[in-house]
């Protein structure tokens, strides 16, 4: 069964951190184009950041998150992370984890998990 979940969400003071992972089970990561996604309540899903799955791996990020965040993968864990540090309210959002293989019509997605910036 092919799942994705995500972990690691919850309620943080600005400037902090967090780490969010996303657990792969039915399939391996490293064969797809992986990445992070959010969204805000009445606003679009937005990309955060992604791993490709060709060229070496080649990581990029919204401008938003640049030199804050860091997208990594543990193959042997078949997990995707995403370091999240000098936090800020306006990160606050559901972040979704994502798997996609475009040419083969495969687009896996999470469930979720909420990152609250607040004091």
């Known amino acids: 069964q092919v799942q994705l979940v995500e972990s690691g969400g919850g309620l943080v003071q600005p400037g902090g951190s967090l780490r969010l992972s996303c657990a792969a089970s039915g399939f391996t990561l490293d064969d797809y184009a992986i990445g992070w996604f959010r969204q805000v309540p009445g606003k679009e899903r937005e990309g955060v950041s992604c791993?490709?799955?060709?060229?070496?791996?080649?990581?990029n990020y919204a401008d938003s998150v640049k030199g804050r965040f860091t997208i990594s993968r543990d193959n042997d864990k078949n997990t995707l992370y995403l370091q999240m540090n000098s936090l800020k309210s306006e990160d606050t959002a559901e972040y979704f984890c994502?798997?996609?293989?475009?040419?083969?019509?495969?687009?896996?997605w999470g469930k979720g998990t909420l990152v609250t910036v607040s004091s």
């Open positions: 791993i490709s799955s060709s060229g070496g791996g080649v990581r």
């Open positions: 994502n798997a996609r293989r475009i040419i083969y019509g495969i687009d896996y």
